[in-house]
């Protein structure tokens, strides 16, 4: 088991950039791939980014491909999303997630309590 923080949300104007936070604690952090994910109001949890244990592979969903990195430091225990020309359609709550498989897996095992994020135009 392990527990998952996010931080770092807040409003900010489109083209602006934003850096998300999530703290793990409760087991190794190195154990697991971790991935970011986010839901607008009245939409579906759509996958943003993930990346392997080694932090050596990445991967992301097209929209955000060029503008989002998805990062980790195991000595910290954090994941990180570094969110840059932000657009408006990027608003949403966003959440961090842990998997004891593959970064390109389908399913997370646990997940955050979310971070609201919001982009005005």
């Known amino acids: 088991q392990v527990q998952l923080v996010e931080s770092g949300g807040g409003l900010v104007q489109a083209g602006d950039s934003l850096r998300l936070s999530c703290a793990a604690s409760?087991?190794?952090?190195?154990?697991?791939?971790m991935g970011w994910f986010r839901q607008a109001p009245g939409e579906k949890r759509e996958f943003v980014a993930a990346?392997?244990?080694?932090?050596?592979?990445?991967n992301y969903r097209d929209s955000v491909k060029g503008r989002f990195i998805i990062s980790r430091d195991n000595a910290k225990n954090t994941v990180y999303l570094q969110m840059s020309s932000l657009k408006p359609e990027d608003t949403a709550v966003y959440f961090c997630?842990?998997?004891?498989?593959?970064?390109?897996?389908?399913?997370?095992?646990?997940w955050g309590q979310g971070t609201q994020v919001t982009v005005s135009s």
């Open positions: 997630a842990a998997t004891y498989r593959s970064s390109l897996s389908t399913t997370f095992d646990f």
């Open positions: 409760g087991r190794t952090f190195s154990n697991f791939a």
């Open positions: 990346i392997s244990r080694s932090g050596i592979n990445t």
